[in-house]
């Protein structure tokens, strides 16, 4: 399998806690330009994740940039978990705890029957501590100078909403929605409608489609991938041939 990073690649990356999808970006860009020599190359990814959230994560290059859009427009997965009794001004654990509950009270069975009320198409408000533009500048630019800002609700798709493994106050969860939805809101409403308060302790988005991230390259293979220079070698057959492998764009 030959490589052409110019001519358009599409790459699965499982992103590491810690990291923001731009950095992932512009670490390939870096590595492609040592090891490749390709000064200039067009390489933007297809739907942002937290830095405290791992998993998948489509990069496109060259050409391929152009259909980013597909690829963000499709259905995403994610498994995590949430914490019962307390709330954060960004809904996980980028900040300290704002508000606490108490949570000897809560049942399985009210959990189980307030998450039947977050499946269908609903409104959701992103939270201030998000990517999103306010005027120009990014959410998270406004919040961490506690400057009050008006964040417009949007309409967005829940398909699967599953608790698993609840040992309140933490409960695991699996996801299935549409673009746009924001798992850390969705958290933050879910102990809302318990009179509680909820946020993300971990995140992890697992498909992106029909794309997995079990078939995602980690930081660590893309970097041996590149230095290589062995289109051959066994892990290059994590970087997708979209005309090929994506039956979901057709």
């Known amino acids: 399998m030959q490589f052409d990073f110019e001519a358009g690649e599409v790459l699965l990356i499982d992103k590491p806690i810690g990291w923001t999808s731009f950095d992932v970006v512009n670490h390939l860009r870096v590595l492609i330009r040592r090891h490749l020599h390709i000064p200039k190359l067009k390489v933007g990814h297809a739907g942002t994740l937290d830095p405290l959230a791992s998993g998948l994560l489509i990069v496109c290059t060259g050409k391929m940039t152009k259909q980013i859009q597909l690829y963000q427009d499709q259905e995403k997965t994610y498994t995590g978990t949430l914490r019962l009794g307390m709330t954060t001004p960004s809904y996980d654990m980028e900040t300290e705890p704002d508000e606490t509950f108490p949570t000897d009270h809560l049942k399985q069975e009210s ?88 946020c993300l302790t971990a995140l992890r988005r697992t498909h992106i489609g029909n794309f997995s991230v079990e078939n995602a390259l980690s930081l660590e293979q893309l970097r041996e991938l590149l230095a290589s220079q062995n289109p051959q070698n066994s892990i290059s057959q994590k970087v997708i041939s979209v005309q090929e492998n994506d039956s979901s764009l057709t």
């Open 111 to 198: 959990l189980q029957e307030a998450r039947k009320n977050f499946i269908g198409t609903i409104s959701q408000f992103p939270p201030i501590y998000s990517a999103i533009k306010i005027d120009g500048k990014r959410a998270f630019n406004y919040a961490r100078k506690q400057q009050d800002v008006k964040i417009d609700p949007r309409i967005v798709t829940i398909r699967r909403f599953e608790l698993a493994n609840i040992q309140i106050p933490d409960v695991d969860f699996v996801i299935d929605c549409s673009k746009g939805t924001y798992i850390r809101s969705l958290a933050h409403d879910f102990g809302k409608s318990l009179q509680n308060g909820a």
